[in-house]
Nanobody, 123 residues
């Protein structure tokens, strides 16, 4: 059983930076693709970015490309989401997920999910 625990959310101002972390127990980090999704109130869950199991290739949604970066930390068994130039529309619950990642952008490609961490960006 894989367990994913997110941390690092909070209240920030537009333009600020924030880093989210996802600690993965079990073998999730070595056996799965990992991704971040977010869900704003009243909206569907959307893909933010992901990292492949082999090669650690990263993919991002167009809305965050150039501002967000996913990093893999094998020592800490975690992935991090570095978020720069945050915008108010980035307010959402951010969740990390582990799974096949095929395709990377679909929530159904991921079996294990964390509880999520709230990110609120004020204007």
């Amino acid at each position: 059983q894989e367990e994913l625990v997110e941390s690092g959310g909070g209240l920030v101002r537009a333009g600020d930076s924030l880093t989210l972390s996802c600690a993965a127990s079990g073998g999730a980090l070595s056996t799965s693709a990992m991704a971040w999704f977010r869900q704003a109130p009243g909206k569907e869950r959307e893909f933010v970015g992901g990292i492949t199991r082999i090669g650690s290739f990263t993919f991002y949604a167009d809305s965050v490309k150039g501002r967000f970066t996913i990093q893999r930390d094998d020592e800490q068994k975690a992935i991090h989401l570095l978020m720069n130039s945050l915008k108010p529309e980035g307010t959402a619950i951010y969740s990390c997920a582990a799974g096949t990642g095929v395709p990377m952008t679909a929530p159904t490609s991921f079996t294990y999910w964390g509880q999520g961490t709230q990110v609120t960006v004020s204007s």
